[in-house]
Nanobody, 124 residues
Framework: QVQLVESGGGLVQAGGSLSLACAASGRTFSVYGMGWFRQAPGKEREFVAAITRRSGTTYYADSVKGRFTISRDNAKNTVYLRMNSLKPEDTAVYYC?????????????????WGQGTQVTVSS
């Protein structure tokens, strides 16, 4: 098992940047593929980005490609999401998730473990 705790959310103006972090504890972090998802009020949880165990492959939603960057530091048991050029439509609760092997990186049900989420609000 692994426990996930997100941090770094907050309020930012459109065009600004934020960095999220997800700290993992429990089983060895490096065995897990990691993903970021988000959920806005009244909407379904949607995929944002994912990264394989050893950072060999990354995946991005079309809506964030070129603006967001996912990375991980296995020595620090942490995965990051750097968000640039933020838009009001990026406003949501952001969740990190972990899975033993990334098979369906964009599907929430493919992940085994979830953090509690961190709020990101982008003002226009």
């Amino acid at each position: 098992q692994v426990q996930l705790v997100e941090s770094g959310g907050g309020l930012v103006q459109a065009g600004g940047s934020l960095s999220l972090a997800c700290a993992a504890s429990g089983r060895t972090f490096s065995v897990y593929g990691m993903g970021w998802f988000r959920q806005a009020p009244g909407k379904e949880r949607e995929f944002v980005a994912a990264i394989t165990r050893r950072s060999g492959t990354t995946y991005y939603a079309d809506s964030v490609k070129g603006r967001f960057t996912i990375s991980r530091d296995n020595a620090k048991n942490t995965v990051y999401l750097r968000m640039n050029s933020l838009k009001p439509e990026d406003t949501a609760v952001y969740y990190c998730a972990a899975v033993n092997t990334i098979v369906g990186p964009t599907t929430p049900s493919a992940y085994d473990y979830w953090g509690q989420g961190t709020q990101v609000t982008v003002s226009s």
